[in-house]
């Protein structure tokens, strides 16, 4: 293969201007649809793998140290184990409270709102841990598999 | 039929126009660059004229929630009039890396 950089004209404005100018609104999307979840199409799962693609983006379009400044690897793991623990405990403490594992409306005596409300903000809650979940692990396995485990040059 | 039906039609039609001509030019011209150009353009504005036409014929029956539905249609337009450009830059970049060859007539010298 010839070498890489004969033709290329070094860095790419064109597409590094356009996925500076995406990312923001592509995350705010990735929001849009871990909130909206319960009541149109979307949710936590696809929520967060809109939230990763925006991280992958601007790993792609510069490099893997660039996403690193915006998702530092620490911040990366914090979240990719929160969501887990908000998921577990929010249906531990409907367990808790009385109810079975995830019953939300258990949780009415926590805080009174009402069954059929703790029921639609708790899948909420929910959504937000696996959204949190699957965007962090999303972008973990990115890293690895373009740096070969390193977590530091990759594509 | 109304004032925004007709423009309906005319944007869908628009769009139709250009995703045949966008089709043809992928099925006719002859290397992978001029068949990218033929992609890239085409398909981006009759993508957003149709779009756009969809927009315009789910005001009908106006309401709030008819215009938050057709403002999201053109959020969608504008982010492909963006993404769909941004995309065939690096495509044919990436073939210029790599070395493909435009296509020429024969027995005419490379400049």
């Known amino acids: 293969m010839r070498d890489i950089h004969e033709h ?14 995406l ?5 705010l999307f990735g929001l849009y649809v871990i909130v909206h979840g319960h009541y149109s199409p979307g ?10 693609a925006s991280f992958i983006l601007l790993a792609l379009a510069y490099d893997l140290k660039t996403s690193q400044d915006y998702m530092p690897i620490w911040a990366n793991a914090l979240l ?7 998921y577990i ?25 009402g069954p059929v409300e703790w029921r639609s903000f ?8 696996v959204g949190l979940a699957v965007m962090s692990i999303m972008l973990l396995l990115y890293w690895n598999l373009s740096s070969g485990g390193a977590l530091d040059e990759g594509l | 039929m ?14 139709l126009f250009f995703f045949l001509a966008g089709t043809v030019g992928i099925l006719r011209l002859p290397d992978f660059y001029s068949r990218l150009h033929a992609a890239g353009k085409c398909d981006s504005l009759a993508a957003v004229l149709m779009i756009a036409g969809l927009a315009i014929y789910n005001l009908d029956p106006f309401s709030f929630g008819s215009l938050l539905v057709s403002a999201k249609l053109m959020l969608i337009a504008g982010f492909v009039f963006v993404t769909s450009p941004t995309a065939t830059h690096a495509i044919t970049e990436a073939a210029l890396v790599l070395g493909v060859k435009p296509w020429q007539r024969k027995g005419r010298k490379r400049p």
């Open chain 1, 8 to 21: 290329s004209a070094g860095e790419d404005l064109v597409i590094k201007t356009s996925v500076r100018l």
């Open chain 1, 89 to 113: 405990g929010v249906g531990a403490l409907c367990a808790i409270f009385g109810g079975l594992f995830l019953d939300y409306s258990a949780l009415d005596v926590l805080i009174p709102l």
């Open chain 1, 43 to 52: 949710g936590g799962f696809q929520g967060g793998v809109i939230l990763g």
């Open chain 1, 122 to 129: 708790g899948i909420f809650l929910v959504e937000v841990g």
């Open chain 2, 2 to 15: 109304t004032i925004l039906s007709i423009l309906t039609m005319i944007l869908v039609l628009a769009g």
């Open chain 1, 23 to 27: 990312v923001p609104f592509i995350q």
């Open chain 1, 80 to 86: 990719g184990n929160l969501g887990p623990v908000i």
